[in-house]
Each structure stands twice: as structure tokens, then as C-alpha cells.
């Protein structure tokens, strides 16, 4: 999406792929801040050399809005060249925050938009806001995601596995309380290969990053590790088991994988197995 023209939509419908990649990149990466009388500010700050993807953003929204650049130091350099895009519209506030776009902090509180919405563009979104794609220093490709969100960690990790097969045991890590998420070798190219489709709308150097993953080959003599699916009579051993240890004996599978498969059948993260009639 080259040019991102304006697209014959209503505004943030998340079935529209560009909107729901938006929606994604903002949830992880804008701010939305409030204050007396209705008056308030949606704020994407960016790296500069990304801010050709703020005009995108800027042509997708009917109202008006600005782009700035600024200098400043941060933690992480003396001289952070950044883009900021700034939107006040009440109406597109409120039609945000309805979504699911919370004022204030929400690096914990976010959460995928209930209803229908594009699931992979709305993935994009987020992994490109808070996540990398490249290849490891050992030229192993990779995909990954950091975020505070128990609901965006395990909705990546669903997706994923629907994606590539591969199953993820997400945890917060001691030192941040942080979910890094990791995929690699093989499952890295397939997920990027079904995010980054041609012609979407996404962050160029991620785009051109995924798109190079596809050359890398297993060498020779490596390994690969298999991923065992779930069958729907595990999942009925596992409920009437009701204990990851005596299940993963009896399934002949790790506790771990049984302890995380449980949590997700009593979350409705997968659904329950079908009542034999």
C-alpha cells in the first residue's frame, strides 16, 4: 500500500485491514490523554525515519490532524530524532476509546477489539508498534513480540499456533514483568509470510525484513522440533483429569504443555471438546 490513497470506509472499521492495522499500532504505541471540557489529544510519537507511515495514518483519518518532528534526549540517546502525529477530534477520541484504545497508561489493559475485526492486519499492527523482525546473530530468522498485555500475549500466541503450529508458554519475566515472545527458523518465516503480505500496510523496513526471512534454509544436519497438535479426546483426558501432572503422565506429554492447554480450555482461549452424543 504504497500510497495509502483515502479508502471509501467509515472511520476505524476493523474489518477494513488498514484499520485494523492501525488500530493494533496504536493500541501499543499512541496515547490518549484527556482533560477539562472534552478537550484531549491522541499522540503517535515515532522514530523519524518512520514517519512516512504517519502520513498513512493521517490520510486514513477524516479529521484534522498534524505531523511535527522534534529532537530531544531520551534514556537511550542524546540527540532522538522523532515524528509525532497529534489528532483532537472528540469524535475520533471517543470512537477509539470505544474500541478499545484506553486514556492514560494501558500497557496492561489492552486488549484485542471485541467483534469482527482483520485478524492479521490487526496483528501487523501491534508487532510492528512493539515487536522486531530480522534474523538472530547466528542468521536464524525471527519474529517477536514484548508487551505488558496478558490479553495481547496470549492472543499472539493462539493466533500463532493457528498460523504455524508451534505452541508458546507465555510468562511475564522477572526482571520487568514483561511477555517476550519468540518465534524462530521455520514458524518466524511462515507467520511473517502470512503478516506481511504483499501490498499491506505495515512499518517499510519490517516489510522489507519479513520479505527477506523466505531465504533462509535449515542447514544441514539440524534438527527439527516437532510439534505434537491437540486431539479433542487429550482435551477430555485432560479435563477429567483436572491436574496437569497425572494428565501429562497418562497423555505422555511435558506438565508444562498440559498446565498451559488447561489454562487455556478453562479461559476460553480454545474452545471445549464437543459432548459425545
Known sequence: ????????????????????????F????????QQSRQRGRLTVEINARDIELLGKFQKLTPYNSSISERTRSTNFSKTAHSAVWSLCSLEARTKLNGLG??????????????????????????????????????????VSLTTASTAIAAYLCQYAQEVTGAERNFKRNTRD???????????????????????????????SAA??????????????????????????????????EPAAEALDRTVQSCS??????????????????
Not at 514483568?177 to 519490517?206: D, F, M, P, V, W
Not at 523466505?214 to 491436574?243: F, I, Q
Open 177 to 207: 514483568a514483561i511477555y517476550n515472545i519468540l518465534y524462530t527458523k521455520e514458524n518466524a518465516q511462515k507467520l511473517a509470510a502470512h503478516l506481511y503480505y504483499s501490498g499491506c500496510l505495515s512499518l517499510e523496513r519490517k516489510q
Open 26 to 33: 496504536l493500541q501499543a504505541d499512541g496515547h490518549l490523554s
Open 101 to 142: 484504545l484506553p486514556y492514560g497508561r494501558k500497557s496492561k489493559t489492552i486488549s484485542p477489539p471485541l467483534g469482527e475485526f482483520s485478524q492479521r492486519d490487526y496483528i501487523r499492527g501491534v508487532i510492528d508498534a512493539d515487536g522486531s523482525v530480522g534474523c538472530t546473530s547466528k542468521g536464524f530468522p525471527f
Open 1 to 24: 500500500m504504497a500510497d495509502c490513497e483515502p479508502i471509501p470506509h467509515q472511520f476505524m472499521d476493523l474489518r477494513v485491514p488498514e484499520y485494523a492495522y492501525m488500530f493494533g
Open 260 to 277: 498451559l492447554r488447561l489454562w487455556r480450555l478453562r479461559t476460553g482461549q480454545v474452545p471445549m471438546p464437543a459432548n459425545d452424543q
Open 211 to 244: 520479505d527477506s526471512l523466505s531465504a533462509w534454509t535449515r542447514p544441514a544436519g539440524m534438527k527439527v522440533m516437532s510439534h505434537r497438535r491437540w486431539k479433542v479426546w487429550e482435551d477430555r483426558v485432560l479435563l477429567e483429569h483436572n491436574n496437569a
